[in-house]
């Protein structure tokens, strides 16, 4: 794989364009690097057993992947058509070792990676990755002594059930594929819900309203944990403010922003007008569950389930938790929400409310999550990077579960903001079932015949993710999907089983090959940027493995499946479902885009400003034998570069350009 000169020029925003030092429109289509990004290399994924008590000691250089292995990884993602890649990193990953102690070794590294992505032609945006809060509750993002920070201990959390980790409860000694008595599928997302990581967020987000006196170091909690965070994200960038391809970095991924906005008794046991969330399965803690359960009281939490007879999220029963009765509190501190007058003790009762409003409200006003919490902290950000490199973008994410809803983002995001909210077909991702051709959705209750239907689900969706745009500060702005994408071990990995047993062909993928047919359609629709999720270098078709963590499996690439690591594309999962032609930049104003993978024909109509080339990737992948290119407008030339598989359009005047490229006829 040939290295290419790097020709990027730094993006600005226009609209709900970016656009490059020609002025003109860049389409950004790329892919998250890595999944195993979460965890320290080489062998720190929850598939090795861990009692997280090196965690001070690890090391993330080689994740991604080992620097000598960069250009064969970049090569691959440049061949496929990508532009873009969200880089992940981690806090954990700059500053294990204590607070103020940085790695300085992986800041090198992580530079070197951004480098060589660069080479390759891909844009970067820095991504400092979080599932619920840290490895050690569950997910991974902090680092182990922000725990130790805050008064909690968490060599507890799996003994006392305020948390679910992975690591504590999976049977390494057990051969079986997938662990679901252990360890269901897709479960690691309850974590948010339980206390360990509603603590850590209500006092990330919410310490100087909640708990102004808990102080550290001399420093209100929060400020102490974020100033933490936005101190590691510095040293980062300090590393990269002279590439001209890094664009920005990505706020914090799906924030949670824990027990804040909820009442202190409430359990979500079904949406109501007050709250109107989506009902999930799963335990339905209340804050003062929570906050009792953390002080070691043994408590009753409801479980919800779908209920086939009726078709919803329902109450299926109550479990016990906690029922050694451990208190998680390290000796010498207690709980900040107790000193702060959220509940009290009682002989008869235990843990009662002081002030069932204490999360919801403040000084007699109600208090909004998004507004009066992630703005600030989303401010925070941009004037922390801005300081080092002024013209960086933000990538914003609100709390997932809260979503950009139907009133997009507040009022006083910082200027030059992407939307980069994440979607997945949520049926999909947790069951591991591509349901096709009919889809059945049990959290709506709507049912869907065919590609069509489907695919107009997916546009809807997509579309309510673009209409938040519309709410950043220049009154419109770009849409990055940060994060989409399918699970590839479908069906109890079924393709997996099918090339272990010698079928190397496109027919185990079929599922895999529509569905993502299926998404990138919907984002050509609406022409919304995006990132998949993902790519990850170390990936095993193995079940108990798969990406690493928590028997997630989105990878676009397989190790295992590389029978030829001289073919760019061995190893590559459903490719014909994702590398298909786009205009990924245009001298002019896109109209529309469409691309029919099973004609192969690509249709693209844009108005060109008659000054500039535009570029268009057309993958040998999906025209092996060439294409044929239909221009019947006079004026306009295009020539292929057949090294980056681009067609370069130029006109000579300005006006509309209909395009169609097509398969050769046979013969």
């Not at 002030?355 to 000084?363: I, L, M, Q, V």
């Not at 600030?376 to 579960?401: C, Q, S, T, Y």
Request: some cysteine.
């Amino acid at each position: 794989m040939s290295q290419l000169p790097n020709t990027l020029s730094p993006l600005s925003i226009s609209g709900a364009w970016f656009l490059d030092d020609q002025g003109r429109r860049v389409r950004l289509r790329g892919v998250n690097l890595g999944g195993d990004c979460k965890v320290p290399y080489p062998d720190g994924g929850t598939n090795h057993p861990t009692d997280f008590a090196d965690h001070a000691e690890v090391s993330f250089i080689g994740r991604p992947f080992p620097l000598e292995e960069a250009d064969e990884h970049f090569g691959r993602l440049a061949a496929w058509g990508f532009n873009c890649v969200r880089l992940l990193t981690t806090w954990e990953a700059v500053e294990h070792a204590g607070p103020g102690e940085y790695d300085e070794a992986y800041l090198e590294y992580f530079r070197s990676i951004c480098e060589k992505a660069g080479e390759y032609g891909l844009y970067v945006f820095v991504d400092f990755h979080q599932d619920a809060w840290s490895r050690m509750s569950g997910g991974d993002g902090a680092p182990g002594w922000t725990f130790a920070a805050v008064g909690l201990d968490f060599t507890l959390f799996d003994i006392s059930a305020t948390t679910h980790v992975m690591q504590y409860k999976y049977d390494y000694d057990d051969p079986t594929p997938r662990q679901e008595k252990n360890y269901p599928t897709m479960t690691w997302s309850q974590n948010y819900r339980m206390p360990a990581n509603a603590i850590m967020w209500t006092l990330f987000f919410g310490g100087n309203t909640f708990t102004p006196n808990f102080q550290i170091e001399g420093q209100n909690v929060q400020d102490y944990l974020q100033g933490k965070y936005l101190g590691a994200m510095c040293a980062v960038a300090e590393r990269l403010e002279d590439l001209p391809h890094v664009l920005g970095f990505d706020t914090l991924n799906e924030p949670s922003t824990g027990y804040i906005g909820k009442p202190m008794s409430y359990r979500h046991l079904e949406a109501s007008e007050d709250h109107p969330a989506r009902v999930a399965p799963g335990p339905a803690w209340s804050p003062i569950d929570g906050l009792a359960v953390s002080q070691g009281v043994t408590h009753s939490i409801p479980q919800l389930g779908f209920d086939p007879s009726v078709m919803a999220i329902v109450p299926k029963g109550e479990f016990e938790v906690n029922e050694g009765s451990i208190d998680i509190w390290l000796e010498g501190h207690k709980c900040p929400f107790q000193a702060a007058g959220a509940y009290h003790w009682t002989r008869e009762e235990g843990a009662v409310p002081s002030d069932e409003n204490f999360f919801t409200h403040k000084d007699g006003r109600k208090l909004n999550p998004e507004a009066d919490f992630m703005v600030p902290f989303f401010n925070a950000v941009a004037d922390a990077i801005r300081g080092i490199k002024h013209d960086w973008m933000i990538f914003a994410e609100l709390d997932p579960f809260r979503g950009v809803n139907d009133a997009g983002f507040p009022k006083g995001m910082p200027a030059r903001t992407v939307n980069a909210s994440h979607w997945y077909d949520i049926i999909t991702l947790a069951t591991k079932t591509f349901q096709f051709p009919t889809a059945f959705n049990p959290l709506t209750g709507k049912t869907y015949e065919g590609a069509e239907e489907i695919e107009g689900s997916y546009a809807a969706a997509l579309g309510n993710l673009k209409e938040a745009s519309h709410t950043l500060p220049e009154g419109d702005g770009p849409t990055l999907v940060g994060e989409f994408g399918i699970p590839y071990d479908l069906e109890g990995g079924a393709a997996y089983e099918a090339w272990a047993g010698g079928d190397h062909s496109e027919g185990p993928w079929t599922h895999h090959t529509i569905a993502l047919d299926l998404m990138y359609n919907a984002l050509d629709t609406l022409q919304i940027h995006s990132t998949q999720w993902n790519y990850t270098a170390s990936n095993s078709n193995d079940l108990r493995i798969g990406d690493g963590w928590n028997q997630e499996d989105l990878s676009i690439f397989s190790k295992d499946q590389q029978a030829d690591p001289e073919d760019v594309n061995s190893g590559g999962r459903a490719l014909k479902g994702f590398v298909r032609p786009y205009m990924r930049v245009c001298a002019g104003t896109p109209i529309s885009s469409k691309f029919d993978r099973h004609e192969g024909i690509c249709e693209i109509s844009f108005e060109t400003s008659g000054d500039g080339a535009s570029e268009i990737y057309i993958p040998s992948l999906q025209y092996p034998d060439g294409f044929a290119l239909e221009l019947p407008v006079e004026g306009v030339d295009a020539e292929l570069d057949p090294a980056r598989q681009v067609l370069i359009v130029t006109a000579t005047s300005a006006g509309r350009v209909d395009l169609v490229i097509t398969r050769p006829e046979a013969g």
